[in-house]
């Protein structure tokens, strides 16, 4: 037997690959040192493709199908090579079989909150979670710029780089779109899109797609929601007095369940009830706050002698004046609201300056 019959018939022929993992991206078809028999079969199936890289370059990408491995079906292998077409010796050369099928029902989540303005609320910060589909669309790329030479890469392996890339391009599309937090829920179709669109654009670089995107919730901090809860509530409850009413219920309904139970809790209860009534008063009614008066309006005075006029003065300076006779009874003064001008005596608010002594008794006292 020839050398070349040896070599014929040393090596199997036949290069194929099945998985059962479904995490499995990329798995190397192993031969020892790496030969691979002139002429073996290769069998590509459906769902997979088959990089051929040869003395490290990338020679070729076989796609679903039954391939010859000969010169005259890989002119790239044979310029690489310049093989002899008479020549049938194994070449040394590796096989990756690449996955092209969905890898899905991947999870995705926000780690930290996301802060945005809403429109509503102000400055706040959401939550959001989810599940997204990812597969291989560009074998070559993807072996070349995330696989290089790991003879088995699984979906685990790159899950968490595509979940930071969905997180980043999430908190950026969603600070951005200007939708209020209560209506998020209802745009989560079209915040999908438009996150799986920006993150396909960076994933493209790695050879890969992302066809499916889901938000399966997004929610607030739990402080927020609280103070959500506590206004909702109210806006349930309608006006305040049957928020009170409720709100007395709640409270005695609690202290009938109290571990104090039997008559204690009762009358606790019944108490709280009697006190919140007489608060309220009528049933249904709750007294409106009594309004303290206005506070009285200090009048300040104007002074006409020998035809002009001074001031004005308030209360307190006309009270000087008087005691020094500066006014006297007869003066004439005016203040903002009379009727024209008044002798001194005869405005009431002014008589009283002027009565520093009792008058004299009547005759026959």
């Known amino acids: 037997m020839g050398i070349f019959d040896f070599l014929s018939g040393e090596f199997i022929d036949v290069i194929h690959w099945t998985d059962d993992t479904r995490d499995t991206m990329v798995w190397r078809f192993e031969r020892e040192d790496h030969e691979i028999k002139y002429g073996a079969k290769l069998t590509v199936r459906e769902g997979q493709a088959a990089v051929f890289v040869h003395e490290g370059q990338l020679a070729d990408v076989f796609t679903p199908g039954l391939y010859m491995l000969e010169t005259n079906n890989m002119p790239v292998l044979t310029t690489l090579q310049h093989w002899d077409h008479g020549f049938r010796s194994p070449f040394k050369s590796e096989i990756y079989f690449v996955n092209t099928t969905r890898f899905h029902d991947l999870k995705w989540g ?30 070559a790329r993807f072996l070349v710029e995330i696989v290089g030479t790991d003879g088995e890469f699984t979906m685990d392996e790159i899950s968490y780089q595509i979940r930071n890339i969905i997180v980043q391009e999430f908190s950026r599309v969603i600070a951005g779109a200007g939708i209020p937090v209560l209506d998020m829920a209802a745009n989560t179709d079209d915040l999908g899109r438009l996150v799986a669109a920006e993150v396909s654009k960076t994933l ?40 009170t009413r409720y709100s007395a219920a709640e409270a005695m309904t609690s202290a009938a369940q109290a571990p104090a139970g039997g008559g204690m809790a009762a009358g606790l209860g019944a108490g709280m009830g009697m006190a919140i009534g007489a608060q309220m008063g009528p049933w249904g009614a709750i007294p409106a706050p009594v309004q303290p008066p206005p506070p009285p309006v200090e009048h300040v005075w104007h002074i006409a002698e020998n035809g002009q006029t ?21 003066t004439h003064v005016w203040t903002p609201g009379q009727d024209g001008w008044l002798r001194a005596e005869d405005v009431r608010e002014l008589a009283q300056l002027f009565t520093v002594a009792p008058p004299p008794p009547p005759p026959g006292v």
């Open 110 to 139: 926000t780690k930290n909150p996301v802060i945005l303005r809403d429109p509503e609320f102000g400055p706040t910060r959401i939550r959001a979670y989810g599940t997204y589909s990812v597969r291989v669309t560009d074998p």
């Open 204 to 243: 493209a670089g790695y050879g890969l797609a992302m066809p499916e995107f889901y938000i399966e919730n997004i929610s607030l901090p739990h402080p927020v929601e609280k103070a959500l809860d506590k206004r909702t509530s109210l806006g349930l409850a309608g006006d305040l007095g049957q928020f």
């Open 310 to 330: 001074r001031g004005p003065f308030s209360r307190a300076t006309m009270g000087r004046m008087a005691a020094d006779g500066s006014l006297r009874r007869e």
